[in-house]
C-alpha cells in the first residue's frame, strides 16, 4: 500500500566547502570531507591505502623532498623507465622498476633540506633546487652531472619552444635566462638571450609554464603578478601583464589540468584560464568557498614545499601541504573535476604524510599511479585497494553534514521558514 511519505535523495554534490553560508538550508555542501574522493554519480568513495615502492628504506631515513617518472627514448628504439627521487641530505636515487633505490649523487653536492625543480628536455632530466644549487643533469646511466657550459644556478627551469628556459638566480630573481634552440648547455650563444620580468617589484619569478604557446610567468612570493610570455624566437619574444594580486610560493604547485593550469598562491588555488577571463576575481579562485581553511587550516609558512599533480585516474587534482601547527607536509588537498561542467569543483582532504607528491607509472598495472614522499625514507603508492597503510594501520573516513533546520512547506512545496517538523522515517543509504 502506497504510503504519503516523500523521499529526499542527498547527493553531496557539492564536497569539502566550510565557508558557504547555504549549509544552513541543505547538505549539498559538506564541513568536512577526509580521506574521501567523489565517483561521476556523485557517490563518496574512501581513498585508497598505501603500499612501499622501495622495500629497504634509504640509508639513514631521510626525507623525499621531491620525485619525478623519468621515460628516456635513448637510440635503440626502446623506452628506460625510472623513479628518480632527491633527499633532504643531500642525495639523488633511480628506481627503475626493482623498488630499489640506487643511489646516483655521485660527486654532486646538494644543500641539505633542498626542494627541487625538475626538467626534461632533449633526453635528460635537468635537476634545479630552490636553494640555487649547481644545476644538474641525468642522462639516464651513471650518476648526475653538473650541467656544462655556463648556465644560470636558477630555482627551477622548463622546456619551451624547444629551449630550456631557467629563472630565478640569486643575482637576477626576475628574469628568465633562455638557452638555445639546439643544445641544453649553450646559454651565451647567439640563439639565447634573457627576458626580464618587472625588475625589483618585490617579488621574484617563482615558477613558469607552457600554455598554448605562450610561457606563463608566476611571480611572488609576496606581492604577485602573473605575466604572459609570447613568441616562438628570440627576436618575436613579447611580455605582457596577465593579471596582478595572486603571488604563486611554489613552481611545484602547477598543474595542467585539460585545456588549463592550476595552481596554489597564498590564497588558495586558482584556474589560469578563468584569471585570464575575469582578472583578479573570485571567477579565478576555485576555492572561494575555502577561505577559512586557507586561511586557518594550513600552515602558511611552508606553502613554498607544496607539491602538486594532476591524479586523472581518478579525476582530480592533489596539492600535499602542511596543516595549521605542523612541521612537515602531512595532508593533502585535492579538488575533484569530476562532472564538473555539471557540479562544478568538489575539494575534499587525505590524512597522510606527502612530502613530495608524483604520478609514477607502475611497471606492473602501467596504470599512472599517486606515489608519495615521506619523512621516513620511503616513497610510498597511494590509493590502493586495500584501505590501509603499508599493510597494518587503518583509517578513518570522515564526512561531515552541515546543521539543517527542516520546515513546513506551503501548497507549492516551498519552505515556509525555520520550523520544527517531525521526522517519521530516516535512513542512511551506503
Known amino acids: ?75 635503440s628504439g626502446t623506452f628506460t623507465h625510472q623513479h628518480i627521487v632527491m633527499t633532504s641530505d643531500g642525495k639523488i636515487y633511480k628506481e627503475d622498476e626493482d623498488g630499489i633505490m640506487d643511489d646516483i649523487t655521485g660527486s654532486a653536492v646538494i644543500t641539505a633540506n633542498a626542494v627541487p625543480v625538475f626538467c626534461q628536455a632533449r633526453d635528460t632530466l635537468l635537476i634545479f633546487t630552490d636553494k640555487n644549487d649547481t644545476p644538474l643533469k641525468y642522462t639516464g646511466t651513471g650518476n648526475v652531472a653538473s650541467l656544462g657550459g655556463t648556465p644560470p644556478a636558477g630555482r627551477g627551469a622548463v622546456f619551451h619552444h624547444n629551449r630550456v ?39 621574484r619569478i617563482v615558477g613558469g609554464s607552457p600554455y598554448k604557446n605562450n610561457l606563463i610567468t608566476f611571480k611572488g612570493p609576496n606581492k604577485g603578478s602573473i605575466h604572459i610570455i609570447g613568441g616562438r624566437t628570440p627576436s618575436t619574444f613579447t611580455r605582457d601583464v596577465a593579471t596582478r594580486g595572486i603571488a604563486l610560493q611554489t613552481h611545484n604547485s602547477i598543474i595542467s589540468v585539460f585545456d588549463d593550469l592550476w595552481f596554489m598562491s597564498n590564497r588558495g588555488c586558482h584556474s589560469f584560464a578563468a584569471t585570464q577571463k575575469f582578472g583578479d576575481y573570485e571567477g579565478a579562485d576555485l576555492t572561494r568557498s575555502l577561505k577559512e581553511y586557507f586561511r586557518t587550516g594550513i600552515n602558511r609558512s611552508r606553502l613554498d614545499k607544496v607539491w602538486g599533480v594532476n591524479y586523472q585516474h581518478k579525476g582530480c587534482v592533489v596539492w600535499g601541504l602542511t596543516p595549521s601547527g605542523a612541521a612537515k607536509n602531512t595532508q593533502v588537498f585535492g579538488i575533484s573535476f569530476v562532472n564538473q561542467e555539471s557540479e562544478g569543483a568538489r575539494p575534499f582532504v587525505i590524512n597522510r604524510e606527502c612530502s613530495s607528491v608524483a604520478i609514477r607509472t607502475n611497471p606492473t598495472t602501467k596504470i599512472n599511479e599517486l606515489v608519495f614522499g615521506a619523512s621516513d625514507g620511503f616513497l610510498r603508492r597511494q590509493d590502493l585497494q586495500d584501505r590501509n597503510i603499508d599493510g597494518g594501520a587503518g583509517y578513518a573516513f570522515r564526512v561531515l553534514t552541515p546543521s539543517i533546520v527542516l520546515g513546513e512547506v506551503d501548497s507549492q512545496g516551498k519552505p515556509q521558514g525555520d520550523q520544527p517538523v517531525q521526522l517519521h522515517r530516516i535512513w542512511l543509504r551506503s
Open 1 to 75: 500500500m502506497a504510503d504519503k511519505y516523500n523521499t529526499t535523495i542527498v547527493a553531496f554534490k557539492g564536497g569539502f566547502a566550510t565557508d558557504q553560508a547555504p549549509q544552513v538550508r541543505q547538505q549539498t555542501f559538506l564541513t568536512a570531507a577526509e580521506n574521501v574522493n567523489y565517483e561521476a554519480s556523485n557517490s563518496i568513495r574512501k581513498f585508497g591505502g598505501t603500499a612501499k615502492v622501495n622495500a629497504t628504506v634509504i640509508t639513514g631515513t631521510p626525507t623525499i623532498t621531491g620525485s619525478f617518472d623519468l621515460w628516456l627514448a635513448g637510440s
Open 165 to 203: 628556459w631557467i629563472f630565478s638566480a640569486n643575482a637576477t630573481p626576475s628574469r628568465w635566462t633562455y638557452g638555445s634552440s639546439t643544445s641544453i648547455e649553450d646559454y651565451t650563444g647567439a640563439d639565447t638571450g634573457i627576458v626580464d620580468v618587472d625588475i625589483e617589484d618585490g617579488d
